[in-house]
């Protein structure tokens, strides 16, 4: 399976970004971040058919998961973006499974490529 993720930019504090990742309706998607010398954090995650999401305490209240099978698509949208939220985020795949295992980079299937967020303060 290949993911494509993009929308990523340079923005300021305060400013929404919206992350698109190109994925068919097979794959639970999650979305994850890492920041240069960080390891690769969880951000969001989605269910292959939209009815389920987790979403990091870190970003709760300021980040929504969203998916549109129609499109092939899964969104990030992220609002009231700080400094600390600049990271390359990248999009990842697991085949029609859900479960708190989410959270895990380890347990997804496959991983597109990252797209770089950067936030001035």
């Known amino acids: 399976v290949q993911l494509q993720a993009s929308g990523g930019g340079l923005v300021q504090a305060g400013d929404s970004l919206r992350l698109s990742c190109a994925a068919s309706?097979?794959?639970?998607i999650g979305w994850f971040r890492q920041a240069p010398g960080e390891d690769r954090d969880f951000v969001a995650a989605?269910?292959?058919?939209?009815?389920?999401?987790n979403i990091a305490d870190s970003v709760k209240g300021r980040f929504t998961v969203s998916r549109d099978n129609t499109q092939n698509k899964v969104f990030l949208q992220m609002n009231a973006l700080r400094p600390e939220d600049s990271a390359v985020y990248y999009c990842?795949?697991?085949?029609?499974?859900?479960?708190?295992?989410?959270?895990?980079?380890?347990?997804?299937?496959?991983w597109g490529q990252g797209t770089l967020v950067t936030v001035s303060s």
């Open positions: 990842a795949g697991a085949s029609r499974v859900w479960g708190t295992w989410t959270v895990v980079p380890d347990k997804y299937d496959a």
């Open positions: 309706d097979e794959y639970t």
């Open positions: 989605i269910s292959w058919t939209g009815a389920n999401t």
